[in-house]
């Protein structure tokens, strides 16, 4: 169980700005969360680009943005909003190391995208569409749960010694 930081007076007046998007699933984005709440909670929607404040990181899928307008977005497009709790982030020679070592599966992710803009949000079946898209169908059978993400969890924090 991880704790979050207290909300501040700054923070409780920006949650009651989230009104309809408190509704929404929040998800673990990773272990960093920021000094204040509102640092560490993100989202993303599957939009046209009309929300005020969000900019597009992918084909059709959209960051942050107005919380009121993303709100009532997720209110007439349930599955299409997705919020998260923290992050996780590299500095850019850890990343560059990772990626030359082939720790990273390179991959556009086509199909998952799709997947994404029509609410499908199931990861297991993104997760195969996207290693299928670049014909690693070993990792797309590779069986995921807990107990798996544990073990491989183990086996990266010990790549990582």
Do not use: C
């Amino acid at each position: 169980t991880e704790a979050l930081p207290r909300p501040s007076e700054e923070d409780q007046l920006w949650l009651e700005q989230l009104g309809p998007l408190l509704d929404v699933a929040f998800h673990r984005g990773g272990p960093v969360v920021g000094e204040s709440l509102r640092e560490g909670v993100t989202w993303h929607h599957a939009s046209d680009g009309s929300i005020p404040d969000s900019y597009e990181i992918l084909p059709s899928v959209w960051a942050g943005g107005d919380p009121g307008a993303v709100g009532a977005f997720a209110l007439d497009n349930p599955g299409k909003v997705w919020v998260y709790v923290g992050y996780a982030g590299w500095a850019a020679e850890q990343l560059a190391n990772e990626l030359e070592r082939g720790v990273w599966v390179h991959a556009r992710g086509h199909q998952a995208v799709r997947q994404l803009r029509e609410g499908k949000d199931e990861e297991e079946e993104m997760w195969k569409v996207a290693m299928k898209d670049v014909d690693m169908q070993i990792f797309a059978d590779f069986p995921r749960g807990r107990l798996i993400d544990r073990k491989l969890s183990k086996f990266v924090d010990n790549h990582h010694q």
